[in-house]
């Protein structure tokens, strides 16, 4: 990855390099503000210490933590925050700096954007996952009457700061949790890309740190063009239909399935809809799922959880009116939006993945 470099967003900069070198410096520049951080149990212990030594001001700043797991990414879970900040009796003159995974930084960013009509925020990304995705494009908001991110805003935030160091002491699981949407960038966007992802293993920490400025770019890229997700911002989707709806149902279960694995299980499904449709040629499908099953195991989803898996797709945001909204992929490397299935396809395509269940 390049260090210190710098990718114009929306209408903020996305910086990589020393979190804390590039947070002291925004502090020096901003006397005025006040920082506030919103962490978890986990961030809390081992990510903020590393930023800590970085700027005196940091020492005096207001700590919020929150609970990590996305089943705490809720409105309870903002009415927390909202409390600690009437408590604390941040203004929006204080910038809000979100510290953590998806889960803060999706919360953080919502609770911060909607408080006193929006208090400014930074993120600051320490899972793959969050670098690569939840951090980028200004999306945030929490799940709702078990839908996911259904209640949320566009607000796009001071900066984003990615420091690949983080990465050092994220979980094998949460690592390869990452790594789907780092897949999926490579699948919908850039076949070089995908050959250079799947080269080795995403265990392999410099592999992946070498990935993530590349994955951010071609994500922004899709940003830029298209803030609102009204166009090409929605090649992002594929694999979230399905994989949206089997991470949602595992919420409300007692296993747990993290939202990379169930996206990296919907691409799956996803390319063999399109496969059966005629519009994802044979050699992509294959070479998609041979790439996904090396790292993924495939649970065996019942028959009897089809139907409400179903439902849960008819609720998804991303639809147009009553059709469940898809994009497939053509080659890998190159993907279509608005793309729809009929629900028997949808079934026979959670059918398959059974024929493929490995654990
Ligand atoms: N995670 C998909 C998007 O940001 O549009």
Redesign the pocket.
């Known amino acids: 990855m390049e260090e210190s470099h710098r990718l114009a967003s929306f209408d903020h900069d996305i910086l990589f390099g020393s979190a804390g070198q590039i947070l002291a410096n925004y502090l020096d520049q901003h006397p005025e503000k006040n920082p506030v951080l919103i962490a978890d149990e986990n961030t809390l212990k081992y990510c903020w210490p590393m930023l800590l030594s970085s700027n005196e001001r940091l020492n005096q700043a207001k700590i919020i933590q929150i609970k990590s797991g996305e089943e705490n990414k809720n409105i309870e879970g903002c009415k927390e925050v909202w409390e600690s900040l009437v408590n604390l009796k941040i203004s929006r003159n204080d910038i809000i700096i979100n510290l953590g995974g998806g889960v803060v930084t999706d919360l953080g960013g919502f609770v911060a954007s909607t408080f006193k009509r929006g208090v400014p925020f930074i993120q600051i990304p320490t899972s793959l996952l969050a670098m690569v995705?939840?951090s980028?494009?200004g999306?945030v908001g929490v799940d709702f009457v078990g839908l996911k991110n259904v209640i949320g805003s566009f607000s796009t935030p001071e900066l984003v700061i990615i420091d690949v160091h983080f990465l050092k002491s994220l979980p094998e699981l949460q690592m390869k949790c990452g790594f789907a949407e780092v897949l999926k960038h490579g699948a919908i966007l850039d076949n070089a890309y995908w050959q250079e992802a799947t080269k080795s293993s995403c265990l392999d920490l410099e592999h992946i740190k070498s990935l993530v400025f590349r994955s951010v770019e071609l994500?922004n890229r899709?940003?830029l063009t298209d803030f609102e997700?009204v166009k090409d911002?929605?090649k992002?989707?594929f694999g979230?239909t399905i994989g949206h709806a089997i991470e949602t149902h595992y919420l409300n279960s007692s296993t747990v399935l993290l939202h990379g694995e169930a996206v990296a299980i919907g691409m799956i499904a996803e390319a063999w809809i399109g496969k059966e449709t005629g519009i994802t040629s044979e050699a992509c499908f294959k070479r998609l799922t041979k790439t996904v099953l090396k790292t993924y195991k495939i649970p065996n989803i019942g028959r009897e959880t089809h139907d409400a898996l179903l439902e849960i797709m008819r609720n998804d945001k991303k639809n147009m009116g009553s059709t469940i909204n898809f994009t497939f992929l053509k080659e890998m490397g190159v993907s279509v939006i608005n793309q729809t299935a009929s629900e028997i396809q949808i079934r026979e395509a959670l059918n398959f993945l059974n024929t493929i269940a490995t654990g």
């Open positions: 995705d939840a980028i494009g999306k994500k899709l940003v997700d911002r929605k992002l989707n979230h």
